[in-house]
């Protein structure tokens, strides 16, 4: 997904769970740097 290595997992005071909506709701950091970079064109 591009995040680092424990990005959400290392979070101990979430759920499993929130750890899985946290993921799910995010966006993809390369897409959204594909994302700027279009717009910016």
């Excluded at 591009?2 to 750890?19: C, K, S």
């Amino acid at each position: 997904m591009g995040l680092p290595a424990g990005w959400v997992t290392d979070a101990h005071e979430l759920t499993q769970n929130q750890q899985i909506t946290a993921l799910g709701n995010g966006v993809l950091p390369l897409q959204a740097v594909s994302a700027l970079s279009l717009l910016a064109a």
